[in-house]
């Protein structure tokens, strides 16, 4: 390959989601054995859902906020999801549809609920999202400076592909790309 990366390939991926966990639809509940409480999806439609995506993506990405009409955009051409523990907001998800094979997909959580799980749960849930919509190939993007998102994807497979700069900002975003296991 021209860029030197050895991709996973979809059957690769579907190995990796059996080996790795089910997922769990939207509006159903799990219960996770390393937390008190009920984790719970709720699909970005709802204003209520909306706001709380739009607060913790702008809590983790402070450098490219959002206003709330950018919200309503996306979730119009991607799969966005909150993860709440019981009634408490713990995270959101992007999952933007795959484009000549490849899905980007992203996972970010509250510093306070990081390192419990919630994080590998969501990942496993987007990842899920973005095979079902026809994915040949994962890719995520992650502000530089998070350093917990970062060993978090190279932890699961990811590599790096290319840092950007958008216009105005001093701090890079990394776009990494999930390799083949093995």
Do not use: Q
């Not at 709440?84 to 959580?109: N, Q, W």
């Not at 306070?112 to 040949?136: I, K, N």
């Not at 994962?138 to 970062?150: F, K, P, Q």
């Amino acid at each position: 390959m021209s860029d030197g990366l050895h991709h996973a390939t979809r059957h690769d991926m579907k190995f990796l989601m059996v080996n790795f966990g089910v997922a769990i639809p939207a509006g159903r509940a799990v219960r996770m054995t390393n937390v008190s409480g009920v984790l719970r999806y709720e699909t970005a439609g709802s204003a209520a859902v909306l706001r709380d995506w739009r607060r913790i993506h702008n809590l983790v990405i402070p450098t490219a906020p959002l206003e709330a009409e950018e919200v309503e955009e996306r979730a119009g051409r991607n799969h966005l999801e909150v993860a709440y523990l019981d009634d408490v907001a713990v995270g959101c998800s992007t999952v933007r549809p795959p484009s000549e094979g490849t899905a980007v997909v992203i996972a970010r959580v509250l510093p306070e609920f990081r390192g419990r799980g919630f994080g590998d749960e969501m990942y496993r849930r987007a990842v899920a999202t973005a095979l079902e919509l026809g994915a040949l190939t994962i890719e995520t993007v992650i502000l530089a400076s998070n350093d917990d998102g970062l060993r978090f994807a190279v932890h699961r497979g990811f590599a790096e592909i290319e840092r950007y700069t958008l216009p105005g900002d001093t701090i890079p975003f990394v776009e990494l790309r999930l390799l083949e296991a093995g």
